[in-house]
């Protein structure tokens, strides 16, 4: 079914056209209706734009009633635009049926907008990085966005590591999931911003993070009381960071350990999605369940959404 | 006058034994009695012993009696042990007369013991690489250094940019000083670790951030509320990063810039702090006085400590 996807650049400038060209294209193959915001290529030196014009790339994309708002790429930026933001229209938009999608610094946003109204949006693909690539997108992220552009999606699966496996069913019933990129959240401790989220289901990525810089990040989410209000930790992927001679056997493993010695909740890990092409689409601040057994692990939000 | 100058580490693993002896032989040469902490050169991954052995080497040097506490080094590693920190004994070390110093991931204890106790500690060199360097270590920074040895020391001053300058006389009075690292800081937001600080003047350095990052690093000391709580603000050196040809223009300088249409208080820059040979010894806690004139600014604690 036809769907409106409306594109629009609330971080980092577009560094090649083409790619973003590619990735519309991609959307119109698919049968979808895209529209551009007139900012989608604006730079201002790093920025898509100054602060106004992404402020404003945002509510028009608040106001477009697309079916589906999504992000050309990350980077930087909203971070520093969050007072600017007019929650409410966002939320209204989400409440028409608009769904906001994207990832990386797009956590402040999407953290932001569940902070102030409780509102929806998803965490999944960027429209350049992810449907702008050379050769054909990733098979289970298209089969994601189109469930959740459809509104077909119920849940997301995957399978943890052998070490991780339960031999009798896990379930956590009516959490919060929330979360997204590990800098982007932790960045937004002690501000507005960040949720207060209890019975939640957290996940996390990360992207050029060496392993003690994410554990210095975890630090802060778990000395701010954060992560012992969880009921679950979901660890995404933690890609292309350089590791140091110096580590000797310190590395992210080793990170993933610490944690699981700080909290109760159980922390699972190989969750498909940060900066990685396989990323299944996931609804932050919807209620979910989690269900674990074997190596299967599920997080499933019904037909709520 | 002879000094009992004690060395620990308590963050990352010394990699090359030599600097650190190179750096006990320059302080004996100064005519100070250096005391070796007993796991100075433990390593535990990339760690200077596991937690255990850190956080015994801490409370060793507020056993010491030394007149100094000097780390080795910073790296990583105290902010994984804050809790596990005996306060009282620091802040009654402190009392007798021991300067805990040191910089960069020494800002989580420094900011802690004064969060706990409103002791002061010194930020200033560690002695692998100021004192352990190939070569003469550099003589305002030995100054600094023996200043605060001795208990001589009244304040820091140092010459301001051109567009800095005040043609007429800008005092801040009575003002508690504190700061650091900024990364190091800034995941303290939200802790129980975070100094509340009003009336301040703060300072800031960094080394290896872009300033994309340094500036998503600042806004979490805004939106905190923090930055807005304070007098002044001095901007140590930001050292070693690696610009993007993506930034366009955007530098040190537009943070800079960007800072100061945020806060009230005044912005000032190249406080001779940091990831830098020439550094000056600062007292994080302290009530200080800032004077700026022309382009000259000092920092002065007079004869209270």
């Given at each position: 079914m036809t769907k409106h996807i409306y594109i629009y650049s609330?971080?980092?400038?577009?560094?090649?056209r083409a790619v973003i060209k590619r990735g519309v294209a991609r959307l119109k193959a698919l049968g979808h209706e895209v529209e551009l915001d007139e900012a989608v290529f604006a730079r201002h030196m790093r920025f898509a734009g100054d602060d106004a014009t992404r402020l404003a790339a945002i509510h028009r994309a608040a106001a477009s009633g697309a079916d589906v708002a999504l992000i050309t790429r990350g980077g930087y930026g909203l971070t520093r635009i969050l007072p600017g933001i007019r929650y409410k229209a966002v939320a209204k938009a989400i409440e028409r049926g608009t769904r906001f999608v994207g990832l990386s610094d797009f956590t402040a946003f999407q953290n932001a907008v569940l902070a102030k109204t409780g509102a929806v949006t998803w965490s999944g693909p960027a429209l350049g990085e992810d449907f702008g690539?050379?050769?054909?997108?990733d098979d289970i992220m298209q089969a994601c966005f189109e469930d959740l552009v459809s509104g077909q999606g119920e849940g997301a699966g995957w399978q943890l590591p052998v070490s991780e496996r339960r031999d009798r069913l896990l379930q956590v019933k009516e959490a919060t999931l929330w979360g997204g990129n590990l800098a982007v959240l932790s960045s937004l401790?002690?501000?507005?911003?960040?949720p207060d989220i209890r019975n939640g289901i957290l996940f996390l990525e990360d992207v050029h993070e060496h392993p003690y810089r994410v554990e210095r990040m975890l630090t802060q989410l778990l000395y701010a009381g954060i992560l012992g209000r969880q009921k679950a930790i979901l660890l995404g992927h933690f890609t292309n960071y350089k590791p140091y001679p110096?580590?000797?056997?310190?590395?992210l493993q080793t990170v993933v350990d610490w944690l699981r010695l700080q909290v109760k909740c159980p922390v699972f890990t190989r969750?498909?999605?940060?900066?990685?092409?396989?990323k299944v689409a996931l609804p932050v601040g919807a209620p979910v369940h989690l269900a674990v057994e074997g190596r299967d692990a599920f997080v499933l939000w019904g037909h709520r959404h």
């Open positions: 609330p971080s980092s400038a577009v560094g090649d690539v050379e050769g054909e997108p401790v002690g501000s507005p911003w960040i110096h580590d000797r056997g310190f590395k969750l498909p999605f940060g900066h990685v092409a396989t």
